[in-house]
């Protein structure tokens, strides 16, 4: 729990939400195209806002956030971006609906907030975001926030939360700086992360949150396997779509291929879709979309112009008409092959043309039957 300081009800209280745009001095900084690399150099650790003026929520949001920035002055610093002015920034860091806050570190975009819209909140999370190390989960609360916070994390269940397991478990913390690492010694958290409170001691599990899939590490207690386990299961090589993962797929900014397929009926094709994604890791990012009569994947193949109910690869970047599809079988072989040429630009015939309105995927059509969010 982080104690508030003395004026944070007045800083609250003071700022109503009728005045816009809301001044805050050097709590809140404003941020543009001019300042914007500047103020990132010199703070590491900048969360920042991107509003738009008319917004509801963002009027709403915006003394709570202003008074998160006095709680957390001279730790982190707050910003706000106006999107309708700054289009650019506002394109560059694919935002899609307001308000919507980053945290940056080092200048580079990091975790999205996407909890209660609180003072306190905001700066709960902003500090655990900034602690070093791993994490010590002691109570059922702190593991049910965990859960509702991390789309991905590392769990070590220990005998102790110190000693030279912890000390190994934290070495490797900093290695992998892009996911968080916690530890605890109860066995019911260790339950509710989907371990046998019952394993032999130390364990671990890595856990992504959005999709329900996890994996136990088996090897030696040693920061060298842990590290080897971590860098192979992180993140994981292809990821289904669903309204929950729509917005991580679209605003990453890496090239794509997208398998259209059933999640029965392929199991071939996805295999060699998934082995073929790990060689492309950090290079390509490798969706699934499942085709359902009735479903999300469906909707979104049908925007896509995809029809029928058999595997298709489409190799998909964004604001680009030309969408080239894989022809021929579909084996690790091909696929990697395919994905290399993708790659270097060598894709220049067999393409299927998407209408212009697919490339604002999913700010339109189907986006609100999907509950994508929209740009307004």
């Not at 609906?97 to 907030?113: A, C, K």
């Not at 609360?141 to 102790?160: K, Q, R």
């Not at 991580?248 to 392929?266: D, T």
């Not at 994604?277 to 490798?286: D, G, Q």
Request: hydrophobic letters at 45%; charged letters at 20%; proline letters at 5%.
């Amino acid at each position: 729990m982080y104690l508030l300081p003395a004026n944070a009800d007045s800083v609250v209280k003071h700022l109503d939400h009728s005045t816009w745009p809301l001044r805050y001095d050097e709590d809140v900084a404003a941020l543009t195209e001019t300042n914007f690399s500047d103020f990132m150099a010199k703070n590491k650790y900048v969360m920042v806002m991107f509003y738009a003026p008319w917004c509801y929520w963002s009027k709403k949001l915006a003394p709570e956030y202003a008074a998160a920035a006095n709680m957390l002055k001279g730790e982190a610093a707050l910003a706000m971006v106006d999107s309708v002015v700054d289009k650019g920034l506002a394109r560059k860091n694919k935002i899609q609906g307001y308000p919507t806050m980053y945290l940056f570190v080092n200048g580079v975009r990091h975790n999205s907030y996407k909890l209660t819209r609180t003072r306190d909140a905001i700066t709960t999370w902003v500090k655990r975001k900034m602690a070093v190390g791993v994490h010590n989960i002691t109570t059922m609360d702190e593991a049910i926030y965990t859960l509702n916070v991390e789309a991905e994390l590392v769990l070590g269940f220990l005998d102790s939360l110190e000693g030279p397991e912890s000390e190994e478990l934290a070495a490797v913390s900093k290695l992998h700086s892009d996911i968080e690492f916690y530890q605890t010694a109860r066995a019911d958290v260790a339950e509710l992360f989907h371990i046998n409170p019952n394993i032999k001691r130390p364990a671990l599990i890595l856990l992504q949150t959005v999709s329900k899939k996890f994996a136990i590490f088996n090897g030696q207690f040693t920061r060298l396997a842990i590290v080897e386990f971590v860098s192979k299961i992180k993140h994981p090589p292809v990821i289904t779509f669903t309204t929950e993962t729509a917005g991580q797929i679209f605003q990453n900014p890496m090239k794509q291929l997208w398998l259209f397929a059933p999640k029965y009926g392929s199991e071939n094709v996805i295999s060699a879709f998934e082995e073929a994604a790990v060689a492309f890791r950090e290079k390509l990012l490798f969706v699934h979309v499942e085709m359902h009569l009735e479903g999300v994947g469906n909707h979104v193949a049908h925007e896509f112009g995809i029809t029928g109910d058999f595997p298709r690869i489409i190799a998909y970047t964004k604001h680009d008409g030309e969408k080239p599809e894989l022809n021929g079988e579909m084996t690790i072989s091909s696929i990697k092959s395919f994905g290399e040429d993708f790659l270097e630009g060598k894709l220049l015939s067999q393409t299927v043309h998407i209408s212009e309105p697919v490339l604002k995927l999913p700010s339109f059509g189907a986006s609100s039957q999907l509950g994508f969010p929209h740009v307004y």
